[in-house]
């Protein structure tokens, strides 16, 4: 179970079980040539299977792979960029703008 996607909506990272159904997002914001994570939520019924980790490496990899930076605004995402440094070349500090770009996406 590690087949991870991103949503056809753009907005998201997804990991799927082994009957193909959601088990996990990763959910973000693009804008100016970054990538902003803010949330990641593994459903309770998954946890404690390493699908988490399993999702947001594939989200950061895949987001090098675009050509993008990576701002953790996730805490989730924060500790793991923190302490794994395969990500140090495209992980920038978050940025007053990023924060503006998420807080638009939430709220509308």
Do not use: N
């Not at 803010?38 to 699908?51: E, I, M, P, R, S």
């Not at 993008?68 to 940025?95: F, I």
Request: some cysteine; aromatic content about 8%.
């Amino acid at each position: 179970m590690s087949d991870v996607r991103k949503a056809e909506s753009g907005d998201r990272f997804e990991i799927l079980d082994d009957a193909g159904a959601i088990a996990g997002r990763a959910y973000y914001v693009d804008s100016e040539g970054s990538r902003i994570f803010f949330h990641t939520k593994v459903d309770d019924a998954y946890a404690g299977q390493g699908l988490g980790r399993t999702l947001v490496t594939a989200a950061l990899d895949a987001t090098r792979e675009d050509g993008l930076q990576v701002m953790a605004m996730c805490p989730y995402v924060a500790r793991l960029v923190e302490r794994d440094h395969q990500w140090d070349d495209v992980v920038v500090p978050v940025s007053e703008a990023a924060i503006a770009a998420v807080e638009r996406r939430t709220q509308g």
